[in-house]
C-alpha cells in the first residue's frame, strides 16, 4: 500500500508541474503526461536544437531519410535522435491512429496510394512533431 501511495503522489506532482509546464500541449489528442514530460525533457534538454520543427524532427529520430535504390522511392526514419522523444510521438501515432476519424482516413488514403504501415507511422510520427512543436515553444516561452 505504500507504494501505490508514492506512486500516486509523484503522478499527482508531475501532472500539476506538467499542467503549469506545458498546457496547451496535454490538450492535443494522445498526449497523456507520460508523453508530455518525455518530450518536455527532450526539448529541455536541448534548447538549442528546437528552434525549427526540422531540427525538432532530427532531435526526435522522425526526419525523413532518403533510402532508394535502383527505381524504387522511399524513406526511412532517421535511427538517431532521443529514443524517448520518439517513442512519445508513436504513442501519440498509435492512440490517434485507434480513436481519431481524420488519422484514420488518412491511413487509410496512404495505405491506398501503396505505403506500408511502417511508412504510415512514419509519416504520421513527422506530422506530429511540425504539430507539437510550435505549441512546446510557446509553452516554454512562456515559462521564462
Known sequence: MDLTDEINTHNK???EMIAVAAPNLLAE??????????????????PQRIR???SFAALCGVNPVVASSGKTTRHRLNRSGDRQANNALWTIA?????????????????KAEGLSHREIVRCLKRYLA???????????????
Do not use: C, F, Q, W
Not at 489528442?29 to 536541448?46: P, Q
Not at 498509435?94 to 481524420?102: F, M, N, S
Open 13 to 15: 506532482a508531475l501532472d
Open 29 to 46: 489528442l494522445g498526449v497523456s503526461r507520460d508523453v508530455a514530460a518525455k518530450l518536455l525533457i527532450a526539448a529541455g534538454d536541448n
Open 52 to 54: 525549427t520543427e526540422a
Open 94 to 110: 498509435r492512440v490517434r491512429l485507434a480513436h481519431d476519424p481524420e488519422t484514420r482516413a488518412y491511413a487509410d488514403r496512404r
Open 130 to 144: 511540425r504539430r507539437l512543436h510550435p505549441i512546446i515553444v510557446n509553452d516554454l516561452a512562456v515559462l521564462t
